[in-house]
């Protein structure tokens, strides 16, 4: 119900846009967010926001380099990263919760897409 793409190997210090396509799900009642994992760690939060597009949030990680943002009539939101470093490698998770605000905890979150690899190359 949530595919992610845009995922790819990319040296630090370039871009990439990551796309969730929704389906089956009445998108744009739901706050969206991007979580990421990385090999041995655990899954952590980046950035979400609000069904009404009102409030984002991003984890101090990514601030200032990440961008996200939402086309209801597309069913799709995307996470523009900038400036990508090393540490920034994971695979990356979409998520839609069932929530008024830009929720961080992924405990609030109802679905999840089944990620996309993101490598960071030195």
């Known amino acids: 119900q949530l595919q992610a793409s845009g995922g790819g190997l990319v040296e630090a210090g370039g871009s990439l846009r990551l796309s969730c396509a929704a389906s089956s799900v009445t998108f744009s009642s739901y706050t969206m967010g991007w979580f990421r994992q990385a090999p041995g760690k655990e899954r952590e939060f980046v950035a979400a926001i609000s069904w009404s597009e009102s409030s984002t949030n991003y984890a101090d990680s990514v601030k200032g380099r990440f961008a996200i943002s939402r086309d209801n009539a597309k069913n799709t939101v995307y996470l523009q990263m900038n400036s990508l470093k090393p540490e920034d490698t994971a695979v990356y998770y979409c998520?839609?919760?069932?929530?008024?605000?830009?929720?961080?905890?992924?405990?609030?979150?109802?679905?999840w897409g089944q990620g996309t690899q993101v490598t960071v190359s030195s």
């Open positions: 998520a839609a919760a069932a929530q008024f605000r830009a929720v961080v905890a992924s405990r609030l979150y109802d679905y």
